[in-house]
């Protein structure tokens, strides 16, 4: 006989079913009984786990986001219902937890060389490596997006944070970045480089998270919606006679 789980080992089921519910459905269009019926639960036990709606939304953003993980059963604060804090902190919180890890892994090195000596020789393996990275994170933080964008029509608070909190903090420092490298001729001089910076996220979140939505787009593996993406970007960037020249295989 299957020993019964307990409220906490079921509160992950749950929480996945509220992300999946809040961006099918929005904040406003959503209600208790749909993430019930989604998590296999009756309404009523549904209340063991979060005191309300409104509750229920901001931990599943802040799950989605990976603001934090969830919580364990021997943790004195994590007893349920939980209570979250409110929509205007989690927002305050998202911000504060984007801008710290805006820019990151490749990005961040890249920003850091910001002079002509200390870029690396190779502008194709360096834009290669951030553009995959900024696909990885497109793909983790995808759920909480599209809670975001879909609930963000009802929620002006939300919209704001999706564009001035979220994607802002990206742009800018891919702005910076793109910049750097076509002055010193190792990327391509575009008409406007802060355009060019949206050219390369918004192609980069299409092939990571929205063309799940779409039925041609769905077909397409993730792997090779990624190398798909990077390849195309990589040939729009890098000077011509530098790809030319060097062949990934030979590639320093």
Request: glycine share 4%; proline share 8%; aromatic share 6%.
């Amino acid at each position: 006989m299957t020993p019964k789980r307990s409220a906490h080992q079921r509160f992950p089921e749950v929480i996945a079913a509220a992300v999946r519910v809040f961006a099918r459905d929005g904040y406003r269009s959503a209600h208790m009984s749909d993430v019930a019926r989604e998590a296999g639960l009756s309404e009523a036990a549904l209340y063991r786990y979060v005191d309300g709606k409104e509750d229920l939304f901001v931990l599943a953003i802040r799950h989605a986001l990976l603001l934090e993980p969830l919580p364990e059963e021997d943790d004195p604060a994590g007893a349920l219902p939980l209570k979250a804090p409110p929509l205007a902190e989690m927002i305050k919180e998202a911000r504060e937890f984007v801008a710290e890890a805006i820019p990151f892994g490749s990005l961040a090195e890249a920003l850091a060389a910001s002079s002509e000596a200390a870029q690396t020789a190779d502008p194709a393996a360096e834009l290669e490596s951030i553009m995959r990275e900024l696909f990885t994170l497109e793909e983790q933080t995808s759920q909480a997006a599209d809670m975001i964008e879909r609930s963000a029509r009802e929620l002006p608070e939300l919209a704001d944070l999706l564009n001035s909190g979220l994607r802002a903090p990206v742009l800018a420092a891919l702005t910076g970045y793109l910049d750097s490298r076509a002055k010193t001729g190792r990327l391509r001089t575009t008409p406007d480089t802060a355009a060019t910076a949206r050219l390369v996220l918004e192609t980069l979140t299409w092939f990571a998270r929205h063309r799940l939505s779409d039925p041609y787009g769905a077909a397409i593996p993730a792997q090779l919606a990624q190398d798909t993406a990077v390849d195309a970007l990589l040939h729009a960037l890098v000077p011509p006679q530098y790809l030319a020249e060097h062949p990934p295989e030979e590639r320093p």
